[in-house]
């Protein structure tokens, strides 16, 4: 059996990952208690489901706060398990909330929509830490839907899976990040007219970056620090880690880093590569 299980803070787009599964031939359980989540797996397992999706969040009640003693036991059932989490800024949520007017689940009573949003966040503080963890701040659901595609189609492997994740800190820092190196202290193609529209991912960025000594430095550093700790997150379970690669505007050093250390990594482990600035770039222009 695969089982993709979905949590996260209400609003961040757990629905839309729900509705992935279901499209991709997924069986899918949405709000279960937490507490059913080994009754349910054993049910459907025995029943011939291959592939098993189920969101669990704050409306599970106070059954989810033991969602990782939970998890710890199905995993032994189905180790062929996916854990996603799905986060996002406040004022995205916010937002959200404004334009769809609806009504946030802990926001009863006298309580405000921050002070329930604070509230989910310090609920789902351990559950957080379980698997893959997703910014869908200013995320397109088209471009949710990309990467959640990405997650549930890969194949499991052994130790963790390292994420590099371009971004530009004028757009805020990624609260997925595990790691973030800040490389705006490196020469920045954006002052050459022309690169000025090209990204990390061209080649006339490509080779400005690579002609620069300490862009180089920096590359190394990164990869050196990122080799050396690899294996006590291995050693500690930890079976996602998420590096940020940060510039001004996540949309040439940045990215080119991000590419650089997912192809130094390749051979080392399984590696995927984001580039959040971009996706929300195309997101404005499409």
Not at 29 to 52: C, I, K, M, T
Not at 125 to 130: D, F, K, N, P, T
Request: some cysteine.
């Amino acid at each position: 059996m695969q089982l993709t299980l979905i949590s996260g803070l209400s609003g961040s787009g757990k629905s839309i990952a729900l509705k992935l599964l279901e499209d991709t031939g997924y069986y899918c359980v949405d709000n279960l208690p937490a507490s059913l989540l080994p009754q349910l797996v054993e049910q459907l397992r025995q029943e011939g489901y291959h592939r098993v999706g189920v969101a669990m969040d704050v409306r599970s009640g106070a059954s989810i706060e033991a969602l990782p003693e939970i998890v710890s036991e199905v995993r032994l059932q189905v180790p062929d398990l996916r854990f996603i989490f799905l986060d996002s800024r406040d004022e995205s949520l916010i937002a959200r909330y404004s334009e769809s007017r609806r009504r946030h689940p802990l926001a009863e009573g006298t309580v405000t929509l921050q002070e329930a949003i604070h509230r989910e966040r310090e609920l789902l503080q351990r559950v957080a830490e379980l698997g893959q963890r997703i910014d869908t701040s200013a995320l397109h659901p088209n471009v949710l839907r990309s990467w959640l595609r990405e997650l549930i189609e890969s194949a499991p492997g052994r130790g963790p899976t390292l994420l590099f994740q371009s971004f530009g800190f004028k757009h805020g820092l990624p609260v997925d990040a595990d790691f973030v190196f800040d490389v705006r202290c490196l020469p920045n193609p954006f002052y050459d007219p022309a690169m000025r529209a090209l990204t990390g991912l061209d080649q006339p960025v490509i080779d400005f970056m690579e002609a620069s000594d300490d862009a180089m430095r920096m590359a190394h550093d990164i990869r050196r620090f990122v080799a050396d700790w690899l294996p006590a997150f291995s050693h500690d379970g930890r079976s996602n880690l998420t590096i940020g690669i940060g510039c001004t505007g996540g949309q040439h050093r940045s990215v080119y880093l991000a590419e650089w250390l997912a192809k130094e990594f390749s051979g080392q482990a399984r590696v995927m590569v984001r580039h959040r600035s971009l996706d929300a770039n195309h997101r404005k222009a499409g």
